[in-house]
């Protein structure tokens, strides 16, 4: 804690600079920049993937960057955990929330830190009087005896905001606080935000939603693929300057669409609706159609998909497929569909990581036969899984090798695999391309092109939007659990695209 | 693995079994015994075949719980009731095995039933007792920890309520014969290879394998993990209920406190024998393994004279340390 900063002098409390960060395979981040002046509130922009998550992380101690330094009140910063970057005067505030919810406000705010009797004993007493003087210059109506259990998310994180100022932090960083809280809450919010500010205090204020950025920010950052873009004070730019800013790349041409004809509706989903996550879905898919999914983080594009192949089940809404009503109530149900449905987290909810290729490439459609007097036709299976793993390329030594020694784009063929043996009608693939390498990922591209070009109907989430743009026939836009608009191949650009889903 | 080398050699072997590796471990301890043998007591361990089967049969009812067990384990469960429902189940099976015309007889009216009843009643019951463990499990979600732990307490209390702490005596010959001679080495050989086809060959053991190895994706895959997991709970009740009925015939009497702990001797047996408790791993040739190593440090360590408590305290240990052994093999599998 740097008491004197109040007083700092200098222009910035806090300055990131030329910091590069690599994963294996990926330059997360390309000497970025941001430079946050004491009393303002900086927006920190950029689509999914920009690298605002790998910087915060950094900032936070959870990474170390390979390059450039990060300079608090002038001085270079040395974090190593969060506990670090707390007591350096940063106070970080996650989206999702790090309360412990069983403990009250008050224990929650002073933890690691409880005020103790002449016994050594925690002296609950002072620890309210203490609690309840922060939230009181806060403007904060919370009772500090109350369970975090109890309280809605929006409280939840003015418990976080009081914890950070009672950390006498000089430098507060808020990924998408507004994520899960209702409009007045906002405005609570925002008037808090306003109060840190006068105090002096520096906010970094991450977020997807441009009507935030002119409501509260002094200055933003806007960062793409990894690299700085530039910044600008809020009151000089519009709207569409900042989409610009956060889309303006250029599409490679590596997406082997072609053209194949498209036939009737397979599936139409009307009016899905689950309520508190999406609502009023509606959409069709036609056989040898790619539809693509656009969307940003918290757009609930997996959710809607997870509910149409059951494993979430939606309760209001009807789902049709070849025009006729389905009743869809858990995954065997879609596929006996003829769905498939490629899940986002390969580690989740995909692969087996235990066992071996064999056992997870047939996971699907040993529920579905190839048994025979109780046995499982093995040798068919196998002879099944090896040419699949041959067409697909898969590089591991053997059938029986562990799924967990082999890279993310074989454990990612190895899903598709699964699916492609049941012979799905309609493919949804959420996110298939994420985090493996370029040369699979092309692959993958011309192999769900081929599936198109053989009738079937392709639903493909993605949130990368040169994949969106260069593999859809048709995309669909979604907004925090609405559709926001369809856009056709031919009029659909990134600008399009962004305006709808960053509304 | 390269990744610029192209497209897949794929081979058709299996790797080295795991089970090997605690084979291996047998052997060791094994030849330690025989060498300690030789040094303390100046005479062979592994030369008294009368020693071995010895052994084997007093393993051998643990060991079909152990079959059922390391179906739960491998699903990522755990199942502490098995040992309560032996003894719940001996009760039951015994009161309807009584010979023909034994005055003090349970139900006077139902003595000298063929075989068959007693066994067909005590199995269904363990079958019941297993299913309610499984639908809990499954549909409640609550951890399979308390579930069985709920079954353990409740099956132990039905086993003394049921005569009030008496014991029953005085079974049949035809039931009686269920725990003559090797018979439980038989049954359970029978169980044993019963379930390592199920689960190498059948839909049953991959389901168990998936949904141990990844419940989510199980799920995703088509799998109705909830069906699935109240048949392997079922199973484990009933194999607990079929070593509870051959404990019975083997003593010729049934008492409330039969088959106590003999839940975590199962665990014991399988967890050394290789199914890791985090789920996904393990086969029923490991956990024979496991069963006849305990067997052995048992029978061992009574052939060097040690103390009945040391014997008990040293269980303690090598169950702790077989438990390390999964934790730490599963860290190096990690970095591999």
């Known amino acids: ?503 | 693995m390269s990744e610029t080398s192209m497209a897949a050699p794929v081979r058709r072997h299996r790797p080295m079994m795991a089970e090997l590796n605690i084979l291996l471990v047998l052997f060791g301890i094994c030849a330690v015994f025989e060498i300690l043998g030789w040094i303390v007591q100046g005479q062979s361990f592994l030369g008294n075949t009368q020693r071995l089967s010895i052994m084997i049969l007093q393993v051998s009812v643990i060991g079909i719980i152990a079959i059922g067990v390391t179906q739960v384990i491998i699903s990522g469960g755990i199942d502490l009731s098995s040992g309560s429902i032996v003894g719940a189940t001996a009760m039951i099976s015994m009161s309807l095995a009584q010979a023909a015309g034994y005055e003090r007889a349970v139900y006077p009216d139902l003595t000298g039933l063929p075989f068959i009843i007693p066994v067909a009643v005590g199995l269904i019951f363990g079958l019941l007792c297993g299913v309610v463990n499984g639908a809990l499990i499954a549909y409640t979600k609550i951890p399979p920890f308390i579930a069985t732990l709920g079954m353990m307490v409740t099956a132990r209390g039905f086993a003394k309520w049921y005569t009030k702490g008496q014991p029953i005596s005085f079974p049949s010959d035809g039931f009686a014969a269920i725990g003559k001679g090797m018979m439980p080495v038989f049954i359970f050989l029978v169980v044993a290879l019963i379930f390592h086809v199920a689960l190498r060959y059948t839909r049953y053991g991959k389901f168990t394998y998936a949904i141990g190895a990844n419940p989510q994706a199980a799920r995703v895959s088509g799998i109705n993990v909830e069906r699935q997991l109240v048949r392997i709970y079922a199973i484990a009740g009933l194999l607990s209920a079929l070593a509870g009925i051959v404990v019975a015939a083997r003593g010729l009497t049934a008492q409330a406190g039969m088959g106590t702990m003999y839940e975590l001797d199962a665990i014991a047996m399988a967890v050394i024998g290789g199914v890791s408790l985090t789920g996904g791993r393990g086969s029923i040739f490991g956990t024979m393994i496991g069963m006849v190593i305990f067997g052995v440090i048992i029978s061992g360590f009574t052939f060097l004279r040690l103390d009945a408590y040391y014997q008990e305290m040293i269980k303690g240990v090598i169950i702790v340390a077989a438990v390390v052994a999964d934790v730490y093999r599963q860290k190096k599998r990690k970095k591999a």
């Open chain 1, 1 to 503: 804690m740097l008491d004197q900063t109040r007083a700092y002098q200098g222009e910035y409390i806090l300055e990131v600079d030329s910091i590069t960060k690599e994963f294996p395979g990926v330059k997360a981040l390309d000497g970025v920049q941001l430079k946050i002046r004491p009393g303002t509130v900086h927006a920190l922009m950029g689509e999914n993937g920009a690298g605002k998550s790998t910087l915060m992380k950094i900032i936070a101690g959870v990474y170390t960057p390979d390059g450039g330094e990060v300079r608090f009140a002038g001085v270079p910063l040395n974090i190593k955990t969060p506990l670090d970057a707390l007591n350096s005067g940063i106070a970080m505030i996650h989206q999702e929330l790090n309360l412990m919810n069983w403990m009250t406000v008050a224990e929650n705010i002073w933890i690691r830190r409880e005020p103790l009797n002449r016994l050594g004993f925690v002296d609950h007493a002072r620890m309210r009087q203490m609690t309840a003087d922060l939230l009181g210059r806060l403007n904060i109506k919370l009772n500090p005896g109350q369970q975090v259990s109890e309280l809605t998310v929006a409280q939840k994180q003015m418990v976080e905001i009081a914890k950070a100022v009672s950390y006498n932090s000089d430098v507060l960083i808020m990924d998408e606080p507004t994520s899960a809280i209702t409009e007045s809450e906002v405005e609570h919010l925002f008037a808090i935000i306003r109060d840190l500010k006068a105090r002096g205090i520096g906010i970094v204020y991450i977020t997807h939603k441009m009507n935030e950025l002119f409501e509260i920010a002094d200055e933003f950052t806007v960062f793409r693929d990894g690299k700085y873009v530039g910044t600008h004070p809020s009151s000089s730019v519009t709207r569409d300057d900042i989409i610009r800013m956060m889309v303006g790349r250029e599409i490679t041409n590596m997406f082997p669409k072609v053209d194949c004809p498209i036939g009737d509706t397979v599936l139409e989903v009307r009016n899905l609706t689950l309520p508190g996550v999406f609502e009023d879905i509606s959409f069709n898919v036609r056989a040898g159609e790619i539809l693509g999914i656009a969307g940003l983080v918290g757009s609930k594009r997996s959710n809607v998909a997870e509910a149409i192949f059951g494993v979430h089940p939606a309760p209001i809404g009807d789902i049709l497929i070849d025009n006729r009503n389905v009743n869809i109530t858990c995954p065997s149900d879609a596929m006996a569909h003829g769905m498939a449905f490629l899940t986002e987290d390969r580690k989740e909810t995909g692969c087996f990581l235990i066992l071996n290729c064999l056992e997870n490439i047939q996971s699907a459609l040993i529920t579905r036969g190839h048994v025979k007097n109780g046995f499982i036709e093995q040798k068919a299976l196998v002879a099944k899984a090896e040419e699949m793993a041959q067409m697909l390329r898969v590089k591991t030594p053997s059938l029986y090798e562990t799924v967990e020694n082999l890279s993310g784009g074989n454990q990612q063929k190895l899903l598709i695999a699964r699916w492609l043996l049941t012979q799905p009608r309609i493919l949804i693939l959420d996110e298939p391309t994420r985090g493996i390498d370029v040369g699979a990922k092309s692959e993958i591209h011309r192999l769900i092109t081929n599936l198109a070009a053989q009738g079937v109907a392709v639903i493909m989430i993605s949130s990368e939007m040169p994949e969106v743009l260069g593999m859809s026939d048709r995309i669909m836009v979604m907004h925090e659990g609405h559709v926001s608009g369809f856009l056709d191949r031919a009029e659909a650009d990134q600008v399009k695209i962004m305006s709808l889903a960053a509304k």
